[in-house]
Each structure stands twice: as structure tokens, then as C-alpha cells.
């Protein structure tokens, strides 16, 4: 398309043919941007292994929901719709991006395939495109700026405000929709005025508002105009793009691989070393993550790809009780040291001897208040990972030895003993004692055969209370007809916990003595009414039969009329809420078949808390975090019951042992005692059954004085 | 500095029931499990955060059959660097006097700035320390809850006395000391830890590797000897109160009132 | 029986520990038909006083006064008792953190058995001694024997025995302190550092509502401060709740915490150890409340209650509101 100003191509500014600069501002910014890369290639190169490449469908099938079609932005509305346009526009752009560099160089320049009907179309879409990313620009600065929501904030502790930096990109792409719209509205304005004709930018777009405010600048003004709009252009563009990788912005580059490579199983923790079998444990030199350098090449990339929304944290239950913890940080601070370790100037400075990281940017107690929930995870909309990372930071602690002296004596009591209260073995499978005596349980072992294991787990073994879903589970088991029996006092803690608490070596112990228990009993599937001992068995087990939760299972028989349930009266005055926990949930996506049971409970009323499903609150952690004593300025179970109690609800029902131990106890703390009570979706179950052998053992919120 | 620490195998009162056995000749020790004594492990982390801060090293040395070598290994995967087994069928019944002789004949064995044992073990008697220093003509402090080097020659040590107070001295070295609990913060001991050491060499020695009279240091030599365990008649005791929570709740705070317990 | 009887008294400011008065029942119960001598170190008008408290309850008094004694340094009192005790002679000691640190190593240089922390006595017969000890933190009892032919140092748990009731034992003081010889020591007294004094003083408390590892969790002690502010009560606890670090040093009851003489004292998820209920003196009204109902303080309490602390106080606070 002829224009009636001179391009960058074939102009001159002072003599100068300013050709020279268009391709001396590429070569220097590619030059530049390589350099950089280069750098932020080299810690990844040191980095440990992992294994990502695998799965190739299920990771395209990933980049497309999470990365293009921007799924996980919504969850905060405004801020997602603002990112998905700015990202929109951008996609959109990039060819019309790649045609500026070029047009400075041969004024003709069409981008291959852009040359009919396309190349007309995009040119319309490609105006509104940088509208929106203007007007999304806008509204982002106002929002940051202005408005400051709460989880931008950056605590003291953790350095300088961020504000800054997002304004300063937001500028710069605001430059660069700005420019370009002036160098096709200057020429567009010549162009009008030498009377050729359908010059117009497309009607209501930012070139078009430029247009027509420059339509009658004299030629002295629109070329210069033209010339300076490009250079400016060229410059910011080459400018932005040797900045992305100095910040948050990195992720522009890195998100697609961050998120094609991103973790696809849930519930399950990264090996100790990828290649490294459990059999060859022993031979490595040191376990976990003590410097940068031991995280893996995807956990460095994490770092880079962050791009400081704070979603993960403002999600975090641990940063919300005020536990030392935030993930945001964890992130940020790990690229921070990255980029400190490998710096870019001098030109060809060595890189830093790297330190222990625990002492320097991260703090001891910052890594054990971890719950692993999950819910950071779940959150970020760029595929970072947190949970590998803690359980990695936490072995190389357990392996110095710096394990908070609460949780050495459970571990201590977990080798010993296979529980983490150091109660003996042989007590292990007592609570059957405390069964009716028509309602025996197998035990099982080369006599006392059964297809069905019912594994118990630690707590629900051992605690007086959490007995009672222990003998729940069992009535139900027994009024469906299933033949099942448990292990006894063969069974042994599953290990949940140990093995996220870093102590990988005790977690192989348990988990083989486990499988060979599980083995020698012929059973063909596993019943579990602990989500941790299913999350275990499901994804840390390996070679043992299916597992599956108690609430699949009633689901099921409710649903076949296996199982039937009848109203109570005391039902009229409750308003049951579920609290989904965190192992069955988030980790393993079992959401609908608790619901489903307890919406099969004639006359049942039911709500659901505002934070419920995939954002569900975590309850304070369960296994050994019981044990740990955290800095916190509340618990997070009494935040939960506050959620319960806003939800207008006055039972919490869930379905593991740790959350009613933690539920129940807040009740307590927060004072609401008569007020709230909590129930295990067995009890409630096994309390409706038609004919219940123990209709009135449990009396709800009751922990029993007996 | 060169630092030797006496631990001892004992049942672990935390996770055991303990209890009389049939003929109360013994504890019942069927279902028992053992590790290091409490007291013993805050005196080899003790050490270790001495060695670490001043050289030198740190040895363990343990008086009992040979499974008493898990905890010697255990103290060495803490961070010992030396470990020793004193171990002989002849040593068996030993009482105190005759474990603080076996460590003498160890203690003499090497040059020791330093020796530390813990305050007390399971028969809760704490005089291992105390006679091992008397033969040894060495000072002694007991129940020591902070240690701070002064010199060459000389240690500050604080002992955790009556109302929780804490009763500073000065002590020359060489010397023994016994240690409270809660004077350090000892660190932890996975599986792995202990697999790393396990095929790093303790050697054993018995009574003519120590030059002691056999006789002498086992159960015949003891002065005090063990008639019978058992456990008390309960006699009186308390009135203990029946029924529901409310009656007892009521009958509680009617003796409270009589008793003056309620303002 | 030939032999000589001691008992080596502590005091504080010039008053004699209780545990003197309990060595005077110890030795009568020993040796039934010998006369013990109380030993006494220290100097100037203190050691005097205390001596003649002493003359009151022993028929027989040491005063050994020297400056380097004026306070007990276990080092050089060993060895100034290893100069004044005749051979073979039977020492009683109080099995406090002083007698912790001197009977062991004195024994070995008198030569002489060494038996801990006796609970009880019989007399000696046959140059033979029955005693009572505890293992395994109070769990189990056992009962020893020991020769006492060629001496021995016996060190007597404080608060096992009655005190002796102050009579006239018409003792004679016999001053030793030119017998002394050699007082210096590798080993030498600074300074005592308190323990922080905290917000509340124990101590002056009438009634204590105690808690042990029965409360489980930092957070439970709430519980128990609810309790306590209903009685008019303050919350003490026993040793492990401040190895814990969830309660200040200055509300430990216990040996190596305060010594308490309330009127009334609730023992709650506290399994009674001896060193706990060692720091429980007068005659308290105890009330324990337990999860286990055959947890040792049953024995020493007035009234038990099997119950779950956390489930049972909380009860109790509401219906004193």
C-alpha cells in the first residue's frame, strides 16, 4: 500500500538513511534478549532432573485449557477478564508486531499469508485488538494503582512495594499500542489528505481517534510524527522485550512452557531424585532441596514464570492465619536469588556460589507450615507448582536434622511403634473390641480371608474419639454385605504425612511393610475412611489393589439402595453444611459423591459454604502437623467454623478424621460449643441407617465423656 | 577439644507401658522398645555443638550387650565421630559403680578435655557421672543446663537447681558434668542418617581389652543389689467420684466450697 | 550395729530445709538405737542458728564453719567430709540437687556403697540395709539391699519421710571447723541466677489449677484459664508444659520449679510424678483429674476423677458461671 509519507525505510534524519537504525535496534535488542536468556538458561541446565517429558496429549490438552483458553483467570473475575484481553490482544498482535520490526526495514513488508482477504481482515481486528489492550491497559493501571487490592500487598518483611514495576510494564505496553496507532494514524492522515481514498483505520479504534485528530496536520508535522512514532515503537518494543526477562513478565515467554510442562497427576510427590528408584535411595549423596541448585529445571521455571498476582497466597490458609508462609513469596524470592546468582552485569561475571537456602531466603518454620493443601496449587493460572517444592525443602532439613523437636517425637514414636503417639501394636486393632458383640470384624491374616480391606489408618484407630468412625465405617460396611476384614495389627501408619514432612527413608519403611501386610492378606480392593491413607494408598502405594474412599463407595450404595436411610427428628432443627477435605477434594476430586450421599438423607438440609469444592478451606492439616506447633495468630479451623456458622449452617459434616479432630476443636475455641457441632459423614450415615445398630451413640458435637 | 559421651540403651518410658513381669524379677520387656536415654542424646548434641564450635572431636561410649550398638550408631549419625562398645558377658547385673569403673578404663584409654554423661536414666538413680569423676580425680558438676567455654583450661556451666533457678560455676577441665534436659535443642536422627553410618566400625571392647578384673565389674561385684520390682498397693489413695458429668461437676464444687477452693 | 550415723543438713538463710527434719526420721528407722549426727557446713551466725535448731532434733551436732563454705559447693564439701567422717561411717544426704551432685563421687572415695533416691527404709540388720527405690519415672518400685559394712552414703528423697518433730534431743554442737583442712576445689561457686519472676507468683497462690500433658495443645490452656478465672484460681503446671515452652518457668510446680503450699490444688492431666508433686507442700487439698485411672496421683489425691480434661473443665466453668 503506497503511503503519501516516507517510511523508516527510505528515510533520513540528518543524513542519516535511518534504515541503519532499524536494523541496528533488532540486532541490539535480539543480541541483548539472547544474552539474557542465555543467562536464565544456565541455572536450569545446573538444575536436577525431572521428568516432563511424557504425556505429550494430556500436556497439549493443558496448554490449550490453561494457557490459551486462560480457564483459571476467571476465578477472579475482573482481574481475569482484564488479563484475558490484554492477552487476547496480544496473540492477536503478534503478527502485526513482527510486521513493524520488518516495515522499518522493507516498507512493503506483508506478512507471508497476510497478503489478501487475511491481510484486510486482520488489519480491522488487529485496531480493535490494540484497542482493548489500551483500554485493558487503562483499567489494569487504575485498579493497580488506585484501587491497590489487598493481595498485591507486599509484607515488610518481604522487601519493597511492587506497584511500580506493574505500572511501569503497563506503560510500556501502553507505548507500544500508542505508537503503533500513531505511525498508522499519521500515515492515514497523509494518505487523506493527498486524497486517496479508504485510509481510515478501522471505525472507533484508537488509530482511528488519532486519525481523525491528525487529519489536518500539515505534512511538516505528520512526517516526523511518523518516523518518531516508529522509532519510539521499535525501541519500546525491543526495550519490553529485553525486560520481560528481568521480572514478573517473564512469564510472557515462559507461561507456554511453564504450563505445557506443568504437573498432571494430583496427590502424589515428586520422587527424591527423577530416575533415582526407591531401591536406589541409599546410594544418593543428599536428599532435597538444600541449595537452588538442587531444585529441578521446572521448579527454577516456576520461579521465572511467576507472575506476582498473589492468587496462590490470598488462597493460602496458612498465610491467612498469619503463619510465616506465603507462597507468593516462596516464588519471588527464589527468582530473586536466581537472578542474584546469575548475573547479568558485568558482562561474563561468574556466577555465585550458592548457599543453604534455609537461613538466607527461606526460614524454617516459613517451610513447616505447610499443610499441603493444595489450594496454591489449584489457584495459579501459570501451572506453578509449591507442594514438590516444600516437601524437597523439608527433606533436606530432616536430613541436617533441623526438625522442630514437636514433630521428632511422633517420628521417633512412628518408627517405633507405626503410629506417631507411640501407642503399642498390639493395641492397634482394639476398637473392635468396642463394637457390639453380634457385630464382629475379621481380622484378617491366613485364616480370616475377605476381598475387602478396610484400612484404618492411625487415628481412626488409636484416638478415642476418631473410633467412632472406625466403627461407623464398619456398620456400614457390614449392613451393605460386604465381606471385608482389616489388617490389625499388621498394619502399620500409611505414611501420608512422614513422606510430606521430608522423611522419605521412614515413609519407604512403612510404605513396604504396608504392601506386604496388604499382600499377605489376599484382599482384592481397599476401603478407606481416612482421605490421607487414601491419598497415600492411591498415589504414594504402588503394585497394591484399587483404593477407594468410603464416600465413593456409600455413594454407590445409596444410589443401588444398597444402603437406605431414614429421617431423624432432630434433623428439623439442623442445617447441615460438607466441608470438603482437602485429600479427597482439591487432591483427588471427589466432590459430588459425599454431596450425594448426604443429599440422599430424606429431609436433610444442606448449604454450601462460599468457599467450597476446589476452594475449600483447609482445617488445619492433618498426621503430623497435629503435632506441630505453629506461629499463627488464629486457627484455621476456627476460621472454618466462622465459615460454617456465615453459611448459616450449625453441623459441619466432612469425611476424614483429621478434619473432625481439628473442627471440633475449634468449635471449642471459638467459643461455639451448643451452638455448632461436626459429624463424619460415616456417623451421619451409619446414625440414619434403617434399623442403625447405634442410633444414638453419637450425639452430635459430643465427643463423649464415656 | 576431645569430648566423651557415656549414653545408655533404655526402654522408652514415652512409648512404653511400663509394668512388673510375672515373678517381679523385671520389668515386663516383652513388647518394650528402646532407644538412646533422653539425657544422654542432650549431652551428645551438647558436644557436637562444642566440637563444632571449638575442633576436636566426639566420641560415645556405651556400657551393654551388643544390641546397645544401635544407639552408639544412632549418636554417631547425629554427628559423633567416634563411637565404642563396652561389652562382655561378664559385665551383665553391673550396678552404677560398676558401669563408672568400665568408664574409667574407657576414659583412660584416651586424652579427654571433656567427659559428659546424662543427668539421669531410666533407674532414675543419676550417679553414673558423679562416681566416674571420683575415679578419675576429675571435678564434676551435675544436672548442668548450659556450658560456655571460657578457655583452654576452663568452662562456665550453669546447674539447674531448686524454684528454677540456675547456680553458675566456674569448673576446670579436665572435667565430667551430667546434663538436664531442655539445654539444648538436639537434632533429629532420620533413617537414613543412620543408614549412612552403618557400616562405619565400633569397635568392642570387653574386660581384658580394658583391663578390668571381669568379676569385678558385673553383677557379682554390685554393691547394691535388686531384691524384686513391683508396684505398691494403692491403699487409700483418692475418693473417687462416680455418676454422670453434672453430679460429679456438682459434687466437685461442693467439697471446692468447703475447702475454700472457690472465691 | 557399730557404725556411725550422718545426716548432712541443708539450709537456706539459717533455716534448715525441711528434708533435715525427715533425715532425723530416716535414721531412726536405719538404725533405731544409734544416735545420728547432724552435720552442718557454712559460717558465721546463719550456720549458728541453724546448729542450734539442729541440737533440738539430733543428739548430735558438727558445725563446720569455714568461709569456703559459706555456700554448698558439693566439691569441696566432698572432701571435707571424706577428712571428718570416720571409716565405714552412714551418711544421709537429702536427694536434692546438692545431694545429686555430692553423694555419688563421695561415696566412691569413702569407699563406701551409694544408694539414690530411697523412698523407704527398714532397719539395718546383719550390716545389711533394705531400701525402696523407683524406676522408670515412679512407674514401678523396687526394693535393694546394700551392704553397709564398709560404710555408706544413702541419699533419702525429700518429702518420703515425716519430719522429725523438734524436741529436746539435748544434741551437743561440736564445733569441727579446725578439721576442715583444705578447702579449695577445681570447681568454683559464681553466682545463682533467679529464674524470671513472670507475671504471676505461684507461690503466694491459695488455690492452683494445675495442668499437665493431659491438655495436649497450646491452644487447650485457654481451658484451663477459663477455670481458673471462675474459681478465682491461678493456672500452675507441671514440667513438661514448660519444656514445651507454652508456659513460663515461673508456673512450674515441681523440684526443679516453685514449691507451692496452696489450700487447694487441682491436678489436672497430670500424672504425678514425684518431682512434680515434690514442689506440693502443707497439706493441700488435691483434686486430680485424669484420662487414666491408674495414673500415680491418684495415690496422693483426695478426690479423682476419671475423666478427659479437655471435655471435664470446661463442664466444670460453666456450671461455677
Known sequence: ?706 | MEILVCVKRVPDTAENEIAVNRDGSDIERDDLVYSVNEWDNYAVEEAIRLRDEKGGSVTVVSVGDEESEEVVRREMAMGADKGVLLSDDAFEGADGRGVASLLKAAAEKGAYDLILTGAQADDGAGQVGGMLAAMLDLPYASLVNSIEVVDDRRLKVGREVEGGNQEMNAIEMPCVLSIQTGINEPRYVGIRGIRKVASVEIPVYDAAALGVAAEAAGGAGAAVKRLDYFVPALGDGAEMLEGSTEEIVEKLIEMLKAKGGIK | MAAQIFAYIPHKQGTPDDAALELATAAKQMAPDAAATAVVTGTGADLDAVCSAMAKVYPAVWKIDNEALSYPNAEIIRSVLLRLLPEKALLLVPHDTFGMDLSPGLSIKMKAAFIPDVVETAPIENDELKAVRQEYGGAVSTHVVCSVAGGAVVNVRPGAFQPRESADAGGQVTDKSDDVGDVSAKRRYLETVAAEVGDVDITKEDVLVSIGRGIEDEDNIEIAEDLAKAMGAVVSCSRPIVDAKWLEKSRQVGTSGQTVKPKVYLACGISGSFQHLGGLKGNPFIVAINKNPKAPVFQVADVGIVADILDFLPELTEALE
Open chain 1, 1 to 706: 500500500m503506497e503511503t503519501a509519507l516516507i517510511s523508516p525505510a527510505s528515510a533520513t534524519f540528518w543524513g542519516i538513511p535511518t534504515i541503519i537504525f532499524s536494523f541496528l535496534i533488532p540486532i541490539c535488542g535480539v543480541a541483548v534478549f539472547t544474552y539474557i536468556i542465555a543467562l536464565r538458561l544456565a541455572p536450569l541446565i545446573r538444575a536436577t532432573p525431572d521428568a516432563r517429558l511424557n504425556h505429550y496429549g494430556a500436556r497439549l490438552l493443558n496448554l490449550m485449557k490453561i494457557w490459551l483458553l486462560q480457564y483459571r483467570h476467571p476465578r477472579y473475575m475482573l482481574a481475569g477478564v482484564l488479563h484475558i484481553a490484554l492477552f487476547a490482544g496480544f496473540l492477536t498482535l503478534g503478527v502485526r508486531s513482527i510486521s513493524m520490526v520488518l516495515l522499518g526495514i522493507s516498507e512493503n513488508f506483508v506478512f507471508p499469508g497476510f497478503g489478501g482477504i487475511l491481510g484486510d481482515v486482520y488489519h480491522v481486528v488487529k485496531d480493535y485488538a490494540a484497542t482493548l489492550v489500551l483500554l485493558a491497559c487503562i483499567a489494569a493501571g487504575i485498579r493497580r494503582g488506585v484501587f491497590k487490592p489487598e493481595r498485591y500487598a507486599v509484607p515488610p518483611r518481604y522487601g519493597r512495594d511492587h506497584t511500580g514495576e506493574a505500572l511501569f510494564v503497563l506503560g510500556l505496553i501502553s507505548t507500544l499500542m500508542v505508537t503503533e496507532g500513531l505511525f498508522d494514524a499519521s500515515a492515514a492522515a497523509a494518505q487523506l489528505q493527498q486524497g486517496a481514498g479508504g485510509a481510515y483505520p478501522a471505525p472507533a479504534s484508537l488509530a482511528w481517534f488519532f486519525t481523525v485528530a491528525m487529519r489536518h496536520a500539515s505534512l511538516e508535522t505528520l512526517q516526523p510524527l511518523h518516523l518518531a512514532a516508529y522509532y519510539l515503537h521499535d525501541l519500546t518494543f525491543f526495550f519490553f522485550l529485553c525486560f520481560l526477562p528481568l521480572g514478573k513478565h517473564f512469564h510472557v515467554i515462559t507461561s507456554i512452557f511453564n504450563v505445557f510442562f506443568m504437573r498432571l497427576d494430583r496427590g502424589n510427590i515428586k520422587p527424591v531424585r527423577h530416575g533415582v528408584g526407591d531401591d536406589r535411595l541409599d546410594a544418593l549423596e543428599s536428599f532435597g532441596v538444600k541449595k537452588l541448585e538442587d531444585f529441578t529445571w521446572k521448579h527454577i521455571l516456576d520461579f521465572y514464570t511467576c507472575a506476582d498476582c498473589g492468587r496462590c497466597s490470598d488462597n493460602c490458609p496458612a498465610n491467612t492465619v498469619k503463619r510465616p508462609l506465603s507462597p507468593r513469596f516462596i516464588t519471588i524470592k527464589g527468582r530473586d536469588l536466581t537472578y542474584k546468582n546469575y548475573p547479568l552485569y558485568p558482562y561474563g561475571a561468574t556466577f555465585r556460589k550458592s548457599e543453604p537456602l534455609i537461613g538466607t531466603i527461606y526460614e524454617e518454620d516459613e517451610i513447616w507450615s505447610c499443610t499441603t493443601c493444595g489450594a496454591c496449587e489449584q489457584e495459579c493460572p501459570l501451572g506453578i507448582e509449591y507442594i514438590d517444592k516444600i516437601v524437597d525443602l523439608r527433606r533436606g532439613m530432616v536430613e541436617e536434622g533441623a526438625v522442630p523437636q514437636s514433630l521428632q517425637k511422633p517420628l521417633g514414636a512412628l518408627e517405633k511403634r507405626g503410629n506417631p503417639w507411640g501407642k503399642m501394636e498390639k493395641k492397634r486393632a482394639d476398637w473392635v473390641k468396642t463394637l457390639p458383640e453380634t457385630e464382629p470384624v475379621k481380622i484378617l491374616d491366613k485364616k480370616n480371608r475377605a476381598d475387602t480391606l478396610y484400612f484404618v489408618d492411625s487415628i481412626s484407630s488409636y484416638d478415642d474419639r476418631m473410633q467412632s468412625i472406625a466403627r461407623a465405617t464398619a456398620l456400614l460396611l457390614k449392613a451393605a454385605g460386604v465381606d471385608f476384614g482389616i489388617l490389625g495389627k499388621a498394619e502399620k501408619d500409611s505414611g501420608h504425612e512422614v513422606r510430606r514432612f521430608g522423611e522419605e527413608m521412614l515413609f519407604q519403611d512403612l510404605k513396604d511393610r504396608n504392601t506386604a501386610a496388604i499382600a499377605a492378606s489376599g484382599a482384592g480392593r481397599i476401603i478407606t475412611a481416612d482421605p490421607h491413607a487414601f491419598n497415600a494408598l492411591k498415589h504414594d502405594y504402588k503394585d497394591i489393589p484399587p483404593v477407594e474412599h468410603i464416600s465413593q463407595f456409600l455413594a454407590r450404595a445409596v444410589k443401588s439402595g444398597a444402603l437406605s436411610m431414614t429421617s431423624l427428628a432432630e434433623d428439623r432443627e439442623k442445617v447441615y453444611t460438607y466441608h470438603d477435605p482437602c485429600y479427597l477434594g482439591r487432591h483427588n476430586d471427589v466432590y459430588d459423591d459425599p454431596r450425594a450421599v448426604l443429599d440422599a438423607v430424606p429431609g436433610l438440609k444442606r448449604v454450601e459454604m462460599a468457599r467450597c469444592r476446589d476452594r475449600s478451606f483447609c482445617c488445619g492439616g492433618g498426621g503430623l502437623m497435629l503435632f506441630y506447633e505453629p506461629e499463627e495468630e488464629q486457627r484455621m479451623g476456627v476460621l472454618r467454623v466462622e465459615m460454617a456458622d456465615q453459611a448459616g449452617a450449625n453441623i459441619i459434616v466432612t469425611a476424614c478424621p483429621f478434619c473432625l479432630v481439628n473442627i471440633e476443636d475449634a468449635i471449642k475455641v471459638a467459643g461455639l460449643e451448643g451452638k455448632m457441632a461436626a459429624i463424619d459423614l460415616a456417623e451421619l450415615v451409619e446414625a440414619h441407617l434403617n434399623g442403625s445398630k447405634q442410633q444414638r451413640e453419637v450425639e452430635y458435637g459430643n465427643s463423649g465423656l464415656c
